[in-house]
C-alpha cells in the first residue's frame, strides 16, 4: 500500500515537472515571437522598423500646427496690413490659395523628389501620391526610414515637411504684392515648388543630398538646420526675379493696418518655436537650445533694427519693430541647432543691421521694386544667418564646429551653398517667370492695379 502511493507520487512530481517545463517552453517561445514582432524602440544605429518615439511624436504633432500657423494666418496678416486696402484681400488669399496648392503637389510629387534618396541632385518618385508611406496601423509600429527623423512615423514627417513646403513660396507673394495675376501666381508657384524647391531641398535636406550634412558622402557639407538657404534665400532670391520682371508698381501708399502687421508678426514668432525647435526632429537637448536661441536672437533684431531705424528716421515704428523681429527670426533659423546663446545676439544685432540695409539702402540703390521686402528680409536675412552658423557653430550643440573653434572650413562650405542656391534660384525662377509670361501674362492691366485687385480679380472688397 505504501509502495503504491509512494509511486503515484512520484508520478505526479514528475507529471508536474513535465507539465511545467512544456508552459515554459510555450511562455519562452511567445516571447519569443513577440520579439520578433514588435520592432525595436528607436535610438543609436537604428534607423528603420522601430517603433516610434511618443514623446517626439508628440512634439513633432505640435509644430506642425505651429508652422502651419505661420502661413495661415500669421503670414497673411503679416503681409496684408502693410499693402493697400483695396489689395488686402489678394494679399490673404494668395497666403490661402498657396497653402492649398502645395498640399497638393507635395503629396503628389515633390515630398519624394526633395526627401527620398535618388541622386545627389533629386531624390526618387518612390513616394508619389504617398504610396507605400509607413505607419503605425498599416506596418505594425514601424517608424521613418529616413535617418533624419527615426523616432517619429514618416506620416508626420510628411505633414511637417509640408508646412516648410507651403510656407516657402508663400512668401514669395511679398515681393509682387499689389500687380500680379492671380492665374499667374497660381502657375509660377506651382512650377516654382517642383523645379526650384524640391531640388533644393533634397540637396541640403535629403539623404543623399550634395549639401546634405547628414551625408557621408557629400560633396559639400552645409549647416543649414531649419531652413535658411532651402526657405529663405530661396525664396528671397525668387521674389527678387519676380519683383525684376513685373516692374514697379504704379503707385504705392502706405501700409493699410499696422495692427494686422502686428498680429501676423506675433504668429510669426510663436509659430517659428515649431520651425527652429521642431527641426530637432526630437523633443530633446538640441530641440531646447534651438528654441532658447530663436527667442534670444528675435528679440536683439527687432529691438536692433527699432534702435537704428529710430536713429536715421528720428521715430521707432511698428511695422519696422516687427519687421526687425522677423529678419531676426529668418537669420537664426539656420544657426538654430548649431549655436549657442552667444552666437544667437551676434546673429540677431547683424541681422537687424543687414535687413534694415536691405529693405532701405539696397532697395535703393537698384530701384528694383520690392513691395514687402521679402528679398531684404528673407534673402538678406538667410545669408547672414547662414554665412554666421559657419563663425558660431558650437560643436558641443549640433556636431560641427565654426570658425571660433578653430574649423575654417565650414565658413567656405557655407558661402559655396549660399552661392550655389541663389544662383540656380535665380536662373530658374527667371525661366519659369517667362514661361508664365508668355502663356499666361505676369502683370494685371493698369486700370485693374487702380482699381484693386480685390474687386477685379475676386469680386470682394474690405470694408
Known amino acids: 500500500m505504501e509502495l503504491a502511493t509512494y509511486t503515484r507520487q512520484r508520478l505526479a512530481r514528475i507529471l508536474v515537472a513535465v507539465l511545467g517545463v512544456a508552459l515554459?517552453?510555450?511562455?519562452?517561445?511567445?516571447?519569443?515571437?513577440?520579439?520578433?514582432?514588435t520592432p525595436q524602440a528607436c535610438g543609436g544605429k537604428i534607423i528603420e522598423k522601430c517603433t516610434p518615439n511618443s514623446g517626439d511624436?508628440?512634439?513633432?504633432?505640435?509644430?506642425?500646427?505651429?508652422v502651419l500657423m505661420m502661413t495661415v494666418p500669421g503670414l497673411g496678416l503679416f503681409y496684408g496690413g502693410m499693402v493697400r486696402k483695396k489689395n488686402v484681400g489678394d494679399t490673404v488669399m494668395t497666403s490661402f490659395a498657396v497653402t492649398c496648392l502645395v498640399t497638393i503637389l507635395f503629396a503628389v510629387i515633390t515630398y519624394s523628389l526633395a526627401f527620398r534618396a535618388g541622386t545627389p541632385f533629386i531624390g526618387g518618385l518612390d513616394r508619389m501620391f504617398l504610396k507605400d508611406i509607413l505607419s503605425?496601423?498599416?506596418?505594425?509600429?514601424?517608424?521613418n526610414p529616413n535617418p533624419l527623423a527615426a523616432t517619429i512615423p514618416e506620416s508626420v514627417y510628411i505633414c511637417f515637411q509640408m508646412t516648410f513646403a507651403i510656407i516657402t513660396p508663400a512668401l514669395i507673394a511679398g515681393a509682387f504684392a499689389e500687380r500680379m495675376k492671380f492665374s499667374a501666381m497660381l502657375w509660377f508657384i506651382g512650377l516654382w515648388a517642383i523645379?526650384?524647391?524640391a531640388p533644393i531641398a533634397h540637396w541640403v535636406w535629403g539623404p543623399d543630398g550634395i549639401f546634405?550634412?547628414?551625408?557621408?558622402?557629400a560633396w559639400v557639407k552645409v549647416l543649414d538646420f531649419a531652413g535658411g538657404t532651402v526657405v529663405h534665400i530661396n525664396a528671397g532670391v525668387a521674389g527678387l526675379m519676380c519683383a525684376i520682371m513685373l516692374g514697379r508698381r504704379s503707385e504705392t501708399g502706405p501700409a493699410h493696418n499696422m495692427v494686422l502687421t502686428f498680429i501676423g508678426a506675433s504668429l510669426l514668432w510663436v509659430g517659428w518655436f515649431g520651425f527652429n525647435a521642431g527641426s530637432a526632429v526630437t523633443a530633446g537637448m538640441q530641440a531646447g537650445m534651438a528654441m532658447l536661441v530663436t527667442q534670444i536672437a528675435t528679440a536683439v533684431a527687432g529691438f536692433t533694427w527699432m534702435l537704428v531705424e529710430w536713429a536715421l528716421k528720428g521715430k521707432p515704428t511698428v511695422v519696422g519693430i516687427c519687421s526687425g523681429a522677423v529678419a531676426g527670426l529668418v537669420a537664426i533659423t539656420p544657426a538654430s541647432g548649431f549655436v549657442g546663446p552667444v552666437g544667437a545676439f551676434a546673429?540677431?544685432?547683424?541681422?537687424?543691421?543687414?535687413c534694415y540695409w536691405g529693405c532701405?539702402?539696397?532697395?535703393?540703390?537698384f530701384s528694383y521694386d520690392d513691395a514687402l521686402d521679402c528679398f531684404g528680409v528673407h534673402a538678406i536675412g538667410g545669408i547672414v544667418g547662414a554665412l554666421l552658423t559657419g563663425v558660431f557653430a558650437v560643436e558641443q550643440y549640433g556636431g560641427t564646429a565654426g570658425v571660433l573653434e578653430g574649423n575654417v572650413g565650414q565658413f567656405f562650405n557655407q558661402c559655396i551653398g549660399v552661392a550655389t542656391v541663389f544662383i540656380y534660384d535665380a536662373v530658374v525662377s527667371l525661366i519659369i517667370?517667362?514661361?508664365?509670361?508668355?502663356?499666361?501674362?505676369?502683370?494685371?492691366?493698369?486700370?485693374?492695379?487702380?482699381?484693386?485687385?480685390?474687386?477685379?480679380?475676386?469680386?470682394?472688397?474690405?470694408?
Do not use: P
Not at 360 to 365: A, I, N, P
Open 57 to 66: 511624436t508628440a512634439w513633432m504633432l505640435t509644430s506642425v500646427a505651429l
Open 24 to 37: 515554459l517552453c510555450v511562455l519562452f517561445s511567445d516571447l519569443a515571437l513577440a520579439d520578433d514582432a
Open 360 to 365: 532701405t539702402g539696397l532697395k535703393r540703390m
Open 195 to 197: 523645379f526650384v524647391y
Open 212 to 217: 546634405s550634412a547628414g551625408n557621408d558622402a
Open 433 to 463: 517667370l517667362f514661361v508664365v509670361n508668355f502663356f499666361v501674362g505676369l502683370r494685371v492691366t493698369q486700370d485693374i492695379e487702380r482699381e484693386g485687385l480685390d474687386l477685379a480679380l475676386h469680386g470682394e472688397v474690405v470694408q
Open 136 to 143: 503605425d496601423i498599416g506596418k505594425g509600429g514601424i517608424g
Open 347 to 354: 546673429i540677431g544685432i547683424a541681422a537687424g543691421v543687414f
